[in-house]
C-alpha cells in the first residue's frame, strides 16, 4: 500500500472528479454533489454506484461516468458507470438521482439472438473472448489457461452473454466476470486465502487507516455434530449405513461441548462401493462441513483499488489473520468512510 494511501506522511488531500466519456474518450465533467459506490462480489453485476448531481449536458443514453479519486494530486478511478433512469429530487426540483451500473450491465443486456454452439475441444477462454468480441467491446483482462470443453456445448436463445460467460469461466477454475477501476472486464484464476495471496493489508499502527469499530461474527448455529450417510443401490448385497459423530472434546461444536446431538440431512452418495469407503467418505465430508464461515465487519479511511475478492490481511488488538474480502461500500465524500466486510473459514 503506497504511502499516499496509508498516509504516512501524516496527511491525505482528498478531492473527487466525475469524467463524463462517451465511447470511452472524455468529452466533459459531472456535477456531482453526493454519491456511494458499493462492491458486493456476490452479485451478477459487482460494482454500482448512486450519485446525486446536476443534470445539465448529461446524455443518459450515449454517455457513462467515471468517478476519479484524487488522493495528493495523483488520480485513482473508482470506475466507469453506465446511467440508469434519473429521478428528479422533489425537494430541490434540480438536483437528480441516479443509480449506476458497471460495464457488465451491458453484457447481461445483451441475450443470444440465435442458439449458440461451441465445439467439444474450444479453449474455455476463447469462446469467452468470441462473447466479449461479440458484445463490441476489446477491452478485457483475462488470466491464461489451457483448458479446453470436454464435450459440445449449446446454450439457449434468450441466454443473456454474461450468463454464457460465467457459466464457461467457472468450469475453467476461472472468477466471474466483472469490471475494474478502469471499466475494464476481468477475470482470474480462483485463489484461496492464503498468505502468498495477500493483496491489501491493515494493521493497527501509527499510519493505520482502520478507523475504532471492528465487528466479527462466526456462524456455528448451523454446523451438524453428527453425520448419517446411506447408500442404496442394486448392485450391493445390503444398504450401506455410516454415522460419524463428533465428539473431538477440544471442538466447540461437539456433542460434549453443545450438550446435545445436531444432526445432518441425510448423506446419500451414489458411487460408494464398501462399507470402508462411506466410512471415509462420511468423516471427510464432516471435516469440511466443520469450516465454518467467521465474518468481519471494519472501517478504513477511504482507500481506492480495491476490486474483486482481495485477500485482506487484518491485524487488530484482538483480530489477526488473513481475509477474503466479499464486499465493501465507499462514500464519495471529503472525510467520508470506507466500509469492508471480510470472511474467511475456520476449523472448529
Not at 244 to 253: E, K, M, Q, V
Request: proline letters at 4%.
Amino acid at each position: 500500500m503506497s504511502n499516499d494511501l496509508n498516509a504516512s506522511k501524516g496527511f491525505r488531500t482528498i478531492d473527487f472528479r466525475y469524467d463524463l466519456l462517451r465511447n470511452g474518450i472524455k468529452r466533459g465533467e459531472a456535477q456531482v454533489l453526493s454519491g456511494q459506490i458499493d462492491f458486493d462480489s456476490t452479485s451478477t453485476i459487482m460494482r454500482t454506484a448512486s450519485l446525486n448531481l446536476l443534470p445539465n449536458g448529461i446524455d443518459w443514453i450515449r454517455d457513462t461516468v467515471r468517478p476519479v479519486m484524487i488522493i495528493n494530486g495523483e488520480d485513482f478511478p473508482l470506475g466507469v458507470f453506465v446511467f440508469s433512469t434519473p429521478t428528479k429530487e422533489e425537494s430541490t426540483g434540480i438536483t437528480v438521482s441516479v443509480e449506476c451500473y458497471d460495464k457488465t450491465v451491458i453484457l447481461s443486456e445483451d441475450c443470444l439472438t440465435e442458439r449458440l454452439f461451441i465445439a467439444k475441444g474450444t479453449k474455455y477462454l476463447k469462446a469467452v473472448t468470441d462473447m466479449l468480441l461479440s458484445a463490441g467491446d476489446t477491452e478485457y483482462i483475462l488470466p491464461h489457461n489451457d483448458y479446453e470443453l470436454p464435450q459440445d456445448r449449446e446454450f439457449e436463445v434468450g441466454t443473456s452473454k454474461l450468463e454464457v460467460i460465467n457459466t464457461l469461466l467457472d468450469e475453467c477454475n476461472c472468477t466471474p466476470l466483472y469490471a475494474n477501476a478502469s471499466g475494464q472486464y476481468v477475470s482470474r484464476l480462483k485463489l484461496s486465502a492464503t498468505a502468498g495471496a495477500v493483496t491489501k493489508t491493515y494493521r493497527s499502527d501509527a499510519v493505520s487507516v482502520l478507523l475504532p469499530s471492528v465487528s466479527s461474527e462466526t456462524d456455528f448455529y448451523s454446523v451438524p455434530n453428527v453425520f448419517v450417510a446411506t447408500v442404496s443401490n442394486p448392485e450391493l448385497e445390503a444398504d450401506l449405513h455410516s454415522v460419524y459423530i463428533n465428539d473431538n472434546p477440544a471442538s466447540p461444536l461437539s456433542v460434549q461441548a453443545r450438550g446435545r446431538k445436531i444432526v445432518s440431512a441425510n448423506i446419500a452418495p451414489d458411487y460408494i462401493t464398501n462399507q470402508e469407503a462411506l466410512d471415509e467418505y462420511v468423516k471427510a465430508y464432516a471435516l469440511e462441513a466443520s469450516q465454518v464461515p467467521e465474518q468481519v465487519m471494519f472501517s478504513t479511511a477511504l482507500m481506492p483499488n480495491h476490486e474483486y475478492r482481495e485477500k485482506i490481511y487484518l491485524e487488530t488488538e484482538n483480530i489477526s489473520g488473513i481475509y477474503d474480502e466479499v464486499s465493501w461500500s465507499m462514500e464519495l465524500s471529503v472525510g467520508g468512510t470506507m466500509q469492508h466486510t471480510v470472511r474467511r473459514e475456520i476449523s472448529v
